[in-house]
Structures are given as structure tokens and as C-alpha cells.
């Protein structure tokens, strides 16, 4: 596994190991946690600019979302300009609309600088109502988009075979192949003095004096900065209660008629579909996404994958499904990303809460960090600080995901007491149960062999739940994720969840 999730993405097989070359004695001035889009554009950027820079990854290189992205590159975000401008007014929605920008420009810039081939493209989206409902909020995009001096051009053709009511073009939106693109950018970063540390597990830090002091499963590395590139930070603080984890779907197949459309493509569904083209090993393949769902929150995660290949072969002549992989991103209370400063620290930092749009925000997060670490300020600092308090603009949404939090402490109680032993489960099947008044985490291996874990995970007491498709234990809460044995996948549990040996429960 060098991602985190079994079934393999279209991606995977371009992620390489970098060979380790660290000294423990070696004190740095920037760490960086996170081998993803984010913390390898922010070391690498940090690097360049004379900074001595480490960065340490848990797993590998593009582990994590990065590995599971479907790598659309977009100035029109999941928070739309109507939307912002509603909440922040016109002038912050011109900046959100600018940074958006910007970070496409970063993009193309990193590519030209250090010559990464990496299958970018520059594209026209296409962006459909499928009903008179969503026609009406196409509309609504469209003028907000119109205010920021984002381009929305009325289409009277798709290149889908969708029944669509409006239809609008969008020029400057870009694709390219997400671990090609990183990878170059690992190398770039070790030629500039960098140093990548792999397979090295951060369990916490503290600030002594000058130095951040941060302690990893393979010993301790002293920084005076401190980047958390995880997605979401790890231990709990208030940004675990702003934003939700969400789980995305997405398969890629090729078509009987190679009728494949040149343009990427959303609808306007909820949650909604995404498509663009991609070509691997000489194939062409047409990339679908959608039937988001909060983590944890889904009875059966494999039937996601079948709604999604169903819904897309209503409309496609598909041949053959080549792969098909799952993915986390968090939702943040107020639509818009927290990059900078962590409340209550001048040393560490934190990029999360990217919507569907990890790839511009996760890039953006490198010149926001990084001028915040250089200069003490950024011009978006604001617009994006972790720190911000928005209890207009944020505080329905905050309620609704608390509550949701509050209720799956309630839901998990009930769900463990349903099942009343280990026989009720089958052969590659994965269930929490009760025994003997104590609940656990129980997945038996074809063969019948049997892994034994506290289903209570560590970071704040919820309860796991089954996930089918990827073959985990899936936090409802924060979005902590453990394989079968336990073994964190995803943070911001930093601790594995409790092995039981079979005669502990005997």
C-alpha cells in the first residue's frame, strides 16, 4: 500500500521512495509535516529562498489525498462568487478570485522553472444544469462570477452526453498529473538542500524557547518553524470542530466509441459530478467523481462506487472500469479554506479545510506559509487565517457539523449494541461489536483470521466505523482513518488504535 486505501488510483504507480540521507543532529530551520501537494510546494518555495528545510512524511510521498486526487486545476471554486461575496463582501470574493489565480500562475511557474513533465494541459471547463433547479444556481454563479471578473460563456453545446437546460464555458482551468508534478518538485527541493525523511511517523511537538521540538517515531527534529502539511493537524483544537471530513469516489474507464470529451466537466448536482480525460501508459481514460458522503457516514461504501459507475454508464459507452479509488477532503464551516498561523503559536502552521479544490488551495498554501514564515505577512493572511472569527458567515454551518459530531457519539452507542457477537460477521467483512460490556473493531481475513482493535479512536473518543471499499476504519467525527491493524492512516488521531490479542476477549 503506498497510498492510503487499497484500491489503486490512477495515479499510484508514479509514486517513488526517495533514499534517506537525515541526520537527527541536524537542527532546521523550517519542518514540515506532510509529503503531499502542500508540504512539497511549501518546502520546496520555503528551500529556494534560503531556508533549510526538512520535511517528514509518515508514509511516502503522495500518500494521502495527493495520491487520491482527481487533479482538476480551477479559478471557479466549490465555494462559488455569489456565495462569497454574500458572506465577505465584493471585495474579499475578488481577492478569493485572485488567489485562485495566483496559484495557477505558482503551478506554471514551478513546471517552467525546474521543466516538469507532468501532463499539464490548459482547458475550458464546462459547467451544466441538469434541471430547471440548477439552471436557476447556474445563474447565480454566473453573476457572481461576473462581479469578481471570473468568465462564465454561455455554451448551446456540451461535449457530455447529458440532457442538459444551460450550459456555461470557462476558460483557464488546467489539469496535470498530480505525483509526476510533486515528485519533480521533491527532487527540485533536495538539489536546493533540502532533505526528505520518509516512513517517519510526528506524534507531537513543543515549543521550548527558540526551537520547536518535534518527536517523531524514529527520534527528535529540532525547527524553528513548524508546518503542519496533514490535511488537518493533528491533536484537537477548534479547526477539528470547523471543519467535517468527506469521502470522494472516482473511477477512470476507457470508451468502446472513444468519444471522449477534451473539456473537464461538472454538473450541478448534489453532491456533485466531475469529469476530465487522462492518459496513462498510452491510454486514454475518462476520470468520473462524485457521491461525496462525511466520512464515516456511508452503510455501504462499496455501493458508491457501483451509483457512480451506474450513473456514468446511463451516459457513456463504457468498456472497461481500469481503476477505481476513493479519497478524504475537509469542509470548512465558513466555504473557505484556514492556511496560516495556528491560534495561540508565532511558529506553527497549518493549511486546511480545502473543499474540492486541494490542488489550487494546497499550492496557494506554499506562498501564504511561506511569505508568513519570510516576511510576517501575506496579502491573503487575512482573507484565509485560521484565527478568523466569522459567526455570520460560519456559524449555521459551524452548529450543523457539531451537532452532527454530538450525534454520532449517540449513533455509535446504538450501532455497537445491535451486534451481539463475532459470528454475526463474515469472511472479509469488518464490524464493530460488543463483548462483555467493552466494544471492538473486528475484521476477519479470508480464512478466518481475525484482527482484534478498540474500536474507541484516540483523538476524541468516537467510535470507528466499517468502510468497505477502502478496507479501513473510518472516524465519523474527525476523520481519522486506521487500517485493519490499527495503524493510523489518516490524522489527526496521531496514536494507532488498540491491538487485542483473541484470548484478551475469550
Not at 47 to 62: H, Y
Not at 266 to 277: C, E, G, I
Not at 308 to 323: A, H, I, P, S, T
Not at 335 to 340: A, E, S
Request: aromatic share 10%.
Amino acid at each position: 500500500m503506498n497510498r492510503d486505501g487499497v484500491r489503486k488510483s490512477i495515479w499510484q504507480e508514479e509514486i517513488k521512495s526517495f533514499p534517506p540521507a537525515f541526520n537527527f543532529e541536524t537542527e532546521y530551520d523550517v519542518a514540515i509535516i506532510g509529503g503531499g501537494i502542500t508540504g512539497i510546494s511549501t518546502a520546496y518555495e520555503l528551500q529556494k529562498r534560503g531556508k533549510n528545510c526538512v520535511v517528514i512524511e509518515a508514509s511516502n510521498v503522495g500518500f494521502g489525498t495527493t495520491g487520491g486526487t482527481t487533479a482538476h486545476i480551477n479559478n471557479f471554486l466549490d465555494t462559488t462568487y455569489s456565495e462569497a461575496i454574500k458572506k465577505y463582501g465584493l471585495e474579499d470574493a475578488k481577492l478569493l478570485f485572485q488567489s485562485a489565480n495566483e496559484a495557477i500562475g505558482i503551478i506554471e511557474k514551478n513546471i517552467s522553472d525546474n521543466h516538469i513533465d507532468c501532463d499539464y494541459e490548459k482547458k475550458t471547463g464546462q459547467l451544466f444544469a441538469l434541471d430547471n433547479q440548477q439552471a436557476k444556481q447556474l445563474d447565480d454563479m454566473v453573476e457572481g462570477a461576473e462581479k469578481v471578473g471570473c468568465k462564465m460563456l454561455p455554451a448551446s453545446d456540451i461535449s457530455y452526453p447529458f440532457p442538459f437546460v444551460k450550459a456555461v464555458e470557462i476558460p483557464g482551468q488546467a489539469q496535470f498529473h498530480p505525483i509526476k508534478y510533486i515528485t519533480a518538485l521533491c527532487q527540485s527541493f533536495l538539489n536546493a538542500g533540502g532533505t526528505i525523511v520518509e516512513n517517519c511517523f510526528c506524534k507531537n511537538h513543543s515549543e521550548e524557547n527558540e526551537w520547536i521540538v518535534i518527536s517523531t517515531s524514529r527520534g527528535i527534529i529540532r525547527a524553528k518553524k513548524l508546518v503542519y502539511a496533514t490535511h488537518i493537524p493533528p491533536g484537537i483544537s477548534m479547526l477539528h470542530f470547523t471543519n467535517a471530513p468527506y469521502r470522494s469516489y472516482a473511477i477512470a474507464f476507457t470508451l468502446k466509441d472513444l468519444n471522449y470529451p477534451l473539456e473537464p466537466g461538472y454538473d450541478l448536482m448534489d453532491p456533485y459530478h466531475y469529469y476530465r480525460v487522462q492518459e496513462v501508459n498510452g491510454e486514454t481514460l475518462l476520470i468520473a467523481g462524485g457521491e461525496d458522503h462525511k466520512t464515516g457516514h456511508s452503510d455501504d461504501t462499496g455501493v458508491c462506487f457501483t451509483n457512480l459507475e451506474n450513473y456514468v454508464r446511463q451516459y457513456f459507452d463504457v468498456d472497461v472500469v481500469k481503476y477505481s479509488w476513493s479519497s478524504q477532503y475537509y469542509e470548512p464551516a465558513d466555504g473557505l479554506p484556514y492556511i496560516g498561523k495556528m491560534s495561540g503559536s508565532s511558529s506553527v502552521f497549518t493549511a486546511t479545510g480545502f473543499r474540492g479544490n486541494g490542488m489550487i488551495f494546497g499550492t496557494l498554501a506554499s506562498k501564504i506559509i511561506s511569505e508568513l514564515i519570510l516576511t510576517g505577512n501575506s496579502k491573503y493572511a487575512r482573507l484565509f487565517s485560521p484565527s478568523r472569527i466569522t459567526p455570520i458567515a460560519g456559524f449555521t454551518e459551524f452548529v450543523k457539523e457539531n451537532i452532527a459530531v454530538a450525534t454520532d457519539f449517540i449513533k455509535d452507542k446504538l450501532f455497537i449494541e445491535k451486534i451481539s457477537s463475532l459470528t454475526e460477521i463474515a469472511e472479509g467483512e469488518g464490524k464493530v461489536v460488543k463483548y462483555e460490556g467493552d466494544s471492538y473493531a473486528i475484521y476477519k481475513e479470508k480464512g478466518g483470521r481475525l484482527h482484534l482493535l478498540k474500536s474507541t479512536c484516540p483523538h476524541a473518543k468516537c467510535e470507528v466505523r466499517w468502510n468497505s471499499a477502502e478496507i479501513s476504519w473510518d472516524c465519523p467525527c474527525h476523520g481519522s482513518r486506521f487500517s485493519v491493524n490499527g495503524k493510523v492512516l489518516n490524522t489527526p488521531s496521531v496514536t494507532d488504535l488498540i491491538k487485542i490479542r483473541e484470548k484478551d476477549i475469550e
